[in-house]
């Protein structure tokens, strides 16, 4: 079994998603072994997306994260990174695939409802930025 770090963003969790996306992410082979919801100070938003520090979305991007509260999770499955991966969709919603969570609920390239970690190494560095051992079952 392998992990994967959620995170359901500001414009989905002020727009009431959370359960509606939640029932996106169970369908497939993968379960959510940790869930809270949280609000993200500036300096933690840009910790966690250091590697867009340089990028020139990056200050909107810290703004948008930090404008409303966030549900972080940890979800497992055999494989959680690639299978996550492929139900939140592309990046920017236009480019999204039929059915995936950004093409159904996200309203642009920035407030794209879901972030799910891109590696098992980051997966790894992005669920102990959130969650204690003690907190994913
Ligand atoms: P990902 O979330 O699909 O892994 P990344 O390239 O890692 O995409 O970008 C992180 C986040 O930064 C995106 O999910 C989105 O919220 C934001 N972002 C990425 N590219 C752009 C852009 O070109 N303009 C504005 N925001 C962007
Ligand atoms: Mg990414």
């Given amino acids: ?13 002020k727009r009431n998603l959370v359960d509606q996306i939640n029932k996106l992410i169970t369908t497939k082979d ?13 300096d933690e938003a840009k910790a966690f997306y250091i590697v867009h ?8 991007l810290i703004k948008y994260m930090t404008s409303n509260e966030i549900v972080v999770q940890v979800l497992e499955g ?3 990174i690639e299978d996550y991966r492929k139900i939140m969709g592309a990046t920017n919603p236009e480019k ?4 995936t969570i ?10 794209n409802s879901v972030h799910g970690s891109d590696s098992e190494e980051n997966a ?10 003690n907190e994913v079952s």
């Fill in 124 to 133: 790894k560095i992005e669920i102990d930025f959130f969650f204690k051992n």
């Fill in 30 to 42: 993968l379960k959510i072994v940790a869930q809270k919801r949280i609000k993200l100070e500036p």
């Fill in 78 to 80: 055999v494989n959680a």
């Fill in 96 to 99: 999204a695939e039929d059915g």
């Fill in 53 to 60: 520090k340089d990028k020139p979305f990056f200050n909107d």
């Fill in 102 to 111: 950004r093409k159904n609920f996200a309203i642009n390239i920035q407030e």
């Fill in 1 to 13: 079994m392998k992990n994967t770090l959620s995170i359901i963003k500001p414009d989905a969790t």
